[in-house]
């Protein structure tokens, strides 16, 4: 199942520089291994924002769950999801 899902982070100024640093690195290793396997197909940034598009593969609802909770910046997300279907005019 194919989803669109935006992340918006939100990091409080009250977390310490140090564990923002160590957050945003466990991030990067996490979305990078997923990117893998396969399973976050695609990610864009938006530009100006401290936020991301994001094509997940996965094979269903509680999967993507499952690995946006454990995204170690996930408490300071905002996320939407989008489930994707394809469209019949496409020509891929």
């Not at 992340?7 to 996490?30: C, F, G, N, T």
């Not at 936020?51 to 593969?57: L, P, T």
């Given at each position: 199942m194919?989803?669109?899902?935006r992340?918006?982070?939100?990091?409080?100024?009250?977390?310490?520089?140090?564990?923002?640093?160590?957050?945003?690195?466990?991030?990067?290793?996490?979305s990078?291994?997923?990117?893998?396997?396969?399973?976050?197909?695609?990610?864009?940034r938006?530009?100006g924002?401290y936020?991301?598009?994001?094509?997940?593969?996965?094979?269903?609802?509680?999967?993507?769950?499952?690995?946006?909770?454990a995204?170690?910046?996930?408490?300071?997300?905002?996320?939407?999801?989008?489930?994707?279907?394809?469209?019949?005019?496409?020509?891929?």
């Open positions: 194919l989803f669109l899902v992340m918006d982070v939100r990091i409080p100024h009250s977390v310490p520089p140090e564990q923002a640093d160590a957050l945003k690195a466990a991030e990067k290793a996490y990078q291994d997923l990117q893998r396997q396969g399973k976050w197909q695609q990610i864009y938006v530009v924002e936020a991301n598009y994001s094509i997940f593969d996965v094979t269903d609802n509680d999967e993507l769950h499952a690995l946006l909770s995204l170690p910046l996930y408490p300071y997300m905002d996320i939407h999801v989008t489930p994707l279907a394809r469209h019949p005019s496409a020509i891929r």
